[in-house]
């Protein structure tokens, strides 16, 4: 990229900051392009004023803008954007899920250390439970590779098993399908979740595909 064109590009670095929470996915994908010129090519410092203003796009209420500022979070190591992991502690469950889901890689980047997200790692309980369906399972999934990274740990197991006991079957089930990788790693014993088998196979009474859920779980755990 020639001098000629950065010079031009940062001529127009406001039309970009408003750019990469515009509606338009194609609008933010062009803003964030523009920005990652920015920096990359050295002229980070054109952005000092506006750090404010980009942290605020992690929690923005739009998906997409949030998804987006997520998607570009080296781009905030880089900047030295300070308070990023404020979004691990979000009221919002949806921008909660949106700081978790990346929390591996802000460990990795160093924008946040491990011990600070095992500080944190409280606040990922309710996400667990979330009303919403697709926070709720991807939650999970992430559930147990946070406790292979070793975010949860041994002492987090009991507030675990009460989840194999939540009076919602909805939230149960997902705990219980994650038995079999946790006994894997060791974070749960079969003889500790085979003493609870019985909200497991309460579970096959219910008529919907809880019931061929909770079966499959049984199977595997006899198996």
């Known amino acids: 990229m020639s001098s ?3 010079k031009e590009i940062l001529k127009e670095k406001r039309t970009w900051l408003n750019g990469v929470k515009s509606p338009n996915p194609e609008e ?3 803003a964030w392009e523009m920005i990652r010129l920015i920096v990359d090519t050295g002229n980070g410092n054109e952005l000092r004023s506006y750090l404010g203003y980009l942290r605020s796009l ?9 998804d987006d500022a997520w998607e570009n979070i080296d781009l905030y190591k880089k900047l030295l954007v300070k308070g990023v992991e404020r979004g691990l502690m979000a009221n919002s469950d ?7 889901s990346k ?3 802000m460990v990795n980047m160093g924008i946040i250390s491990k011990d ?19 926070i709720r399972k991807k939650s999970w999934r992430l559930f147990v590779d946070l406790v292979e990274y070793g975010i949860f ?19 149960r089930i997902y705990a219980w399908e994650a038995t079999i990788r946790l006994m894997r790693l060791g974070f749960i014993s079969k003889d500790e979740v085979m003493s609870e088998i019985k909200y497991l196979t309460e579970l096959t009474a219910y008529e919907s595909n809880i019931k061929k859920r909770a079966e499959k779980v049984l199977k595997g755990l006899k198996s």
Do not use: C, M
Not at 94 to 100: D, G, P, V
Not at 155 to 166: A, G, V, Y
């Open 28 to 30: 933010r994908a062009k």
């Open 4 to 6: 000629v064109n950065i």
């Open 58 to 66: 992690l929690w923005h209420s739009l998906q997409g803008v949030r």
């Open 94 to 100: 949806r921008i909660k899920w949106s700081a978790w």
């Open 116 to 134: 600070q997200v095992i500080q944190y790692r409280h606040s990922y309980w309710r996400l667990l439970r979330s009303r919403w369906v697709t």
């Open 153 to 171: 740990q041994n002492k987090d197991k009991e507030r675990f098993k009460e989840f194999l006991r939540h009076k919602k079957a909805s939230v």
């Open 103 to 105: 929390v591996i890689d």
